[in-house]
């Protein structure tokens, strides 16, 4: 068996060590939605418009670092909208999206003032991909790598591989290791044996997923054993983290 390490955590942060704000500008309000989740799970603020006016709105209240902004609104242009919204940020880096894909559309798009062009249907990953760039470029705010991740009183050193509770160590395998972080990096969400198999396993189990009740509770009998439990079973569902109360 394998163990596959998922990708390090960096956190993108404001000069004054907030977090980064996005505006999401998208009439399609499913679209819009999706999308603000993709990008509160990196740690950011999101804000949405539904139109070119309240974009202008938005971005007057708001002030973000960037924004997303659909070429097609229904009360104005999406080049219009960007010139409204220059004028109230005139440096604030814009990711267009549209249906339109033609080179022409891509040439008006980034000669009317937009850094970035996705054609729909597209890839969130794709999108929060180029945002972190647009923003990096900008100047607007820091990376910051974390190696340490901290649930409660646990703790997790990624460099180290270090595990800790109330400060006393604990000593995991390489897979209990793995398994462990990806509780971690997701504290309080309930994660599936599928999700689970696929992401600390580098292949299906098929029918051995009973695997990951085995290794769930070699993980609780080393964390848990004596103490508040933290690792909890969800019926139906699958598994969670969260501070031991």
Known sequence: MTAIAPRRRTEMLRPDGGPVRVLVV??????????SMALRYEGWEVCSAGDGAGAVRRIREFRPDAVVLDLMLPDMDGLAALRRLRREA???????????????DRIAGLTAGGDEYVAKP???????????????????????????????????????????????????????????????????????????????????????????ELYISYLRKKIDLGRPPMIHTRRGAGYLIKPGE
Not at 90 to 104: C, G, H, I, K, N
Not at 124 to 147: C, K
């Open 26 to 35: 998208d009439d399609e309000a499913a679209l819009s939605e999706l999308l």
């Open 90 to 104: 005139p440096d604030v880096p814009v990711l267009f999206l549209t249906a339109r894909d033609s080179v022409e």
């Open 122 to 212: 597209f890839s969130l990953e794709d999108v929060v991909a180029r945002l972190r760039g647009l923003i990096r470029r900008s100047g607007s705010a820091a990376v910051r790598s974390e190696s340490l991740l901290r649930v409660g009183d646990l703790t997790l050193d990624e460099d180290s591989r270090e595990v800790t509770r109330g400060g006393r160590a604990i000593h995991l395998t390489a897979t209990e290791f793995e398994l462990l972080r990806y509780l971690m990096r997701n504290p309080r969400r309930v994660l599936s044996k599928a999700q689970i198999l696929d992401r600390v396993w580098s292949y299906d189990f098929g029918g051995q997923a009973n695997v990951v």
